[in-house]
């Protein structure tokens, strides 16, 4: 399994933007497909988005296409969510995944091998 540690955040109005960063321990960080999901409260698991080994293929829940944008950097073991256009049914807490897989295989849903303690979005109106 690899440790993942997720950061970036925070409180932010309506319209605005933050961009999570996770960070993962694992030395073969490019053999894993990685993916972010959120829960809000009193709901279940949500699955946001995720993206291949090396970047060439991503999948988004229909609700944060044209929004949200996943992309990694293997030389820095890190996977980012920047999200645009934030709306307060975006608040949740975040969770980043990480998946093993050297192919073009993307998740669609939330089915992780390891996964970080999240981090908080609030989106106010």
């Known amino acids: 399994q690899v440790q993942l540690v997720e950061s970036g955040g925070g409180l932010v109005q309506a319209g605005g933007s933050l961009r999570l960063s996770c960070a993962a321990s694992a030395r073969t960080f490019r053999s894993y497909a990685m993916g972010w999901f959120r829960q809000a409260p009193g709901k279940e698991y949500e699955f946001v988005a995720s993206i291949s080994w090396n970047g060439a293929h991503t999948y988004y829940e229909d609700s944060v296409k044209d929004r949200f944008t996943i992309s990694r950097d293997n030389a820095k073991n890190t996977v980012y969510l920047q999200m645009n256009n934030l709306k307060p049914e975006d608040t949740a807490v975040y969770y980043c995944?990480?998946?093993?897989?050297?192919?073009?295989?993307?998740?669609?849903?939330?089915?992780?091998?390891?996964w970080g303690q999240g981090t908080q979005v609030t989106v106010s109106s």
């Open positions: 995944g990480a998946e093993p897989s050297e192919s073009d295989y993307v998740p669609t849903a939330i089915d992780f091998d390891s």
